[in-house]
Antibody, heavy 124, light 107 residues
Framework: EVQLMESGGGLVQPGGSLRLSCAAS????????MDWVRQAPGKGLEWVARTRNKANGHTTEYAASVKDRFTISRDDSKNSLYLQMNSLNTEDTAVYYC???????????????WGQGTLVTVSS | DIQMTQSPSSLSASVGDRVTITCRAS??????LAWFQQKPGKAPKSLIS???SLQSGVPSKFSGSGSGTDFTLTISSLQPEDFATYYC?????????FGGGTKVEIK
């Protein structure tokens, strides 16, 4: 059974930093793309960042709103995904979801399994 | 960035109704379109990828169609467990972008 378990959320002051983690199990982690998607309270979904699989060099992509502030990384030996968040502001307040990416019938990678999310609150 | 526009933003329907949600992309995205279902307080669930391919375990009452810029999600016979918010998402180009959501409520 695929499981994704986020941790590391909490309350942080504007300008502060936080590191989210996602522990994966039930699948071969190194084979998959992994993403972070967030959802501000009462709002829609926003893609944050992606790390490609080992075969694609673990290269990364970012949303413009977080580029140069957030860093996505992974440790395939620990089946873990991370999101280092720096220079946080109130607009970063959201539930952050860890999401697995799998190859679809067209050969492109997209989301299939989602974690339960971890809440990040940026407030003074 | 590719803008994804869903319509309607909300709808009221009865159990047994056939429901169709539309998603339009601001430019062509071939068939790189996914649909997700989210219930209150829960994580999204993946329903469809590649515009029309059901994810494993998703019941066949859900179907997707379209290509290019116009896509639809259809629920053939609405059941109580289907009342939720539905999102479309394109993955043809970065940044990956979502529609604003369609809330399906009980009439």
């Amino acid at each position: 059974e695929v499981q994704l378990m986020e941790s590391g959320g909490g309350l942080v002051q504007p300008g502060g930093s936080l590191r989210l983690s996602c522990a994966a199990s039930g699948f071969t982690f190194s084979d998959h793309y992994m993403d972070w998607v967030r959802q501000a309270p009462g709002k829609g979904l926003e893609w944050v960042a992606r790390t490609r699989n080992k075969a694609n060099g673990h290269t990364t992509e970012y949303a413009a709103s977080v580029k140069d502030r957030f860093t996505i990384s992974r440790d395939d030996s620990k089946n873990s995904l991370y999101l280092q968040m720096n220079s946080l502001n109130t607009e970063d307040t959201a539930v952050y979801y860890c999401v697995r990416g799998s190859r679809d019938s067209s050969g492109y990678y997209n989301f299939d399994y989602w974690g339960q999310g971890t809440l990040v609150t940026v407030s003074s | 960035d590719i803008q994804m526009t869903q319509s309607p933003s909300s709808l009221s329907a009865s159990v047994g109704d056939r429901v169709t949600i539309t998603c339009r992309a601001s430019q062509g995205i071939r068939n790189y379109l996914a649909w997700f279902q989210q219930k209150p307080g829960k994580a999204p669930k993946s329903l469809i990828s590649a515009a029309s391919s059901l994810q494993s375990g998703v019941p066949s009452k859900f179907s997707g169609s379209g290509s290019g810029t116009d896509f639809t999600l259809t629920i053939s016979s609405l059941q109580p467990e289907d009342f939720a918010t539905y999102y479309c998402q394109q993955y043809d180009n970065y940044p990956l972008t979502f529609g604003g959501g369609t809330k399906v409520e009980i009439k």
